[in-house]
């Protein structure tokens, strides 16, 4: 049996990685026949199926290597991946190379698939961030501060160019959380929260109360806020622009009821009632009405078994690495749901964004289970016996 093999086998053995990796499966499974639903997207849903596939091969060479020796090549990965992020930004690349959809460039033509790099980079992020918290205390002080946030700011920088706000704004919630799960003290995260709480609640009262030409943010931005809000309060002035995709996602989430409608009574509908990105952003609308409030729920407790997974092996974990990396894992995938569900419930403007495991999408669902597996691994390996010891803090310290 080779080393790969052992190494294999070793990770096999029970334990709450195989709870992740099960609410994955059923996830993507759910995805997979969610995209079947939507007219003329079966091919899609093939295509899902193949890079089910790939995620899962992709999951397995995660599961082998030691938590330390993914440590080592994650600085080298970070780099690799912040390179593939600058190609569709650099200024006159062939669109060929980088293709233009709905006036952005999130993608790589790979000949055999378009490779979405924010996708991967959201993985790297949270491995550098774990890396570099992994043994210091220097974070504990504002100026420590300084390189979680650097090492933030550049993959942010560089998908807000795009533009890709969407995924954006994924990262600011994971730094929240692996820096809390790491100790930093809980004043400076809540001056720090504080802070973009009002810098929100003051660009979302100058969208509402002032002129076009006084925005901060691009007129569509402003105007699929705006119709958020007129939607919470039924009005019908943007059902026919801005606010039409978020109206006909509300629409057929309601038209699900307790059991859904079915496969064929979900397409009739979808058929004259086309929603703009039925099979990607706004899938949850096509589950809702398929199987009704039934598969919502199922969903939903997919999601609490996968996260609920994720959560245990931080606490069961010796490796302060691998229990950051787990804890920035299922802030990644709570924050996505969240936002992505509630487009679709109109609690949430449309920004673009993937609901995990369920969308359509190669990139997605590869990097989804790069998470599994990295999770599975940490799950399954035992300390090393010659190991530094984890960051340790007391409540005290920790408000202090």
């Given at each position: ?106 993608w ?7 490779l ?17 918290l ?40 994971v ?49 699929r ?16 622009r ?44 096509v ?46 995938i ?9 487009m ?57």
């Amino acid at each position: 049996m080779s080393e790969w093999s052992e190494r294999l086998w070793e990770r096999c053995k029970p334990h709450a990685g195989w709870f992740a990796l099960l609410a994955a499966g059923g996830l993507a499974v759910i995805g997979i026949m969610a995209i079947g639903t939507v007219p003329l997207k079966e091919a899609e849903a093939t295509k899902q199926g193949c890079w089910l596939l790939a995620g899962l091969a992709a999951m397995i060479v995660c599961i082998c290597p030691h938590a330390k020796q993914i440590g080592a090549w994650t600085y080298a990965a970070t780099i690799a991946v912040t390179l593939l992020l600058i190609v569709p930004v650099i200024p006159g690349v062939p669109e060929a190379v980088a293709p233009v959809r709905n006036g952005t460039r999130h993608w790589i033509n790979l000949r055999f698939m378009l490779l979405q790099p924010s996708e991967l980079a959201k993985v790297c992020f949270v491995l550098a961030l774990a890396r570099y918290l992994r043994h210091r205390d220097s974070y504990r002080t504002v100026p420590g501060l300084l390189v979680p946030f650097l090492i933030m700011f550049v993959p942010v920088a560089l998908i807000l160019r795009e533009p890709d706000l969407g995924t954006a704004i994924l990262f600011p919630p994971v730094l929240f959380a692996v820096l809390l799960a790491a100790g930093a003290r809980l004043r400076h995260l809540s001056i720090l929260g504080g802070l973009g709480v009002a810098a929100l609640t003051i660009n979302i009262a100058v969208i509402l109360l002032l002129p076009n030409s006084m925005q901060l943010l691009k007129p569509y931005q402003v105007n699929r806020i705006r119709a958020m809000v007129d939607l919470a309060r039924g009005g019908t002035s943007f059902t026919d622009r801005e606010g039409y995709q978020q109206a006909k996602a509300m629409m057929l989430v309601g038209s699900g009821g307790l059991t859904g409608l079915g496969k064929d009574r979900a397409q009739t509908i979808l058929r004259f009632n086309p929603l703009p990105e039925a099979h990607n952003d706004m899938v949850f609308a096509v589950v809702a009405a398929r199987w009704g409030l039934v598969g919502a729920v199922l969903l939903l407790g997919l999601y609490g078994l996968l996260i609920g997974s994720l959560l245990h092996i931080t606490l069961h974990t010796k490796d302060p690495f691998a229990r950051l990396a787990t804890v920035g894992f299922a802030a990644i995938i709570c924050t996505q749901v969240f936002v992505n569900i509630g487009m679709s419930l109109g609690i949430m403007p449309i920004i673009g964004i993937t609901l995990p495991f369920v969308s359509y999408g190669g990139s997605s669902l590869v990097a989804g289970f790069i998470m599994v597996g990295l999770a599975f691994n940490f799950a399954s390996q035992r300390p090393l016996l010659i190991m530094q010891p984890s960051f340790e803090f007391s409540h005290a310290d920790a408000a202090g």
